[in-house]
C-alpha cells in the first residue's frame, strides 16, 4: 500500500506516465542494493552510498522521476534485507510493482468519471 502512495503523483496523468520509469528505478534500486548486500556488510555509510549511486545511474540513465524510487527501494534493501538479500531484493521489486499498478489503477480513476 504504501508503494502505491510514493508512486502516486498529484496529476493522474503524470502517474500513468512515470509509471514504467519508476518500475525501472525499482529494479535499479533493489538489484544494487542486493550486488551492495552481497559485495560489503551494510553500514550507514554503505547505505548512503548506495541510495546516491541509485539516484545517479538513474541520472545517467535518463530515467526521469526514477532517481528518487531507486533510492529508496535500494535504501530499504540495504536497511532490512537480513540473511537473503536477493530474495529480499525481489520481494520490494515484486511489492512496488504491485504498488505502481495500484497508483496507475487509480489515476484512471478520475478520467473514467470525468467520461460520464
Known sequence: ????????????????????????????GATLGALICLLLSPSAWEVGLGVLLAMFLSHLLRLQGAAKVAGYV??????????APCSYALHRTIERMIGIALA???????KLLRER
Open 74 to 83: 535500494c535504501g530499504i534493501v540495504l536497511f532490512a534485507y537480513d540473511d
Open 104 to 110: 496507475i489503477l487509480i489515476s484512471i480513476v478520475p
Open 1 to 28: 500500500m504504501i508503494s502505491a502512495v510514493v508512486v502516486t503523483d498529484l496529476g493522474p496523468a503524470e502517474t500513468r506516465k512515470l509509471g514504467l520509469p519508476r518500475l525501472a528505478g525499482t529494479v535499479l
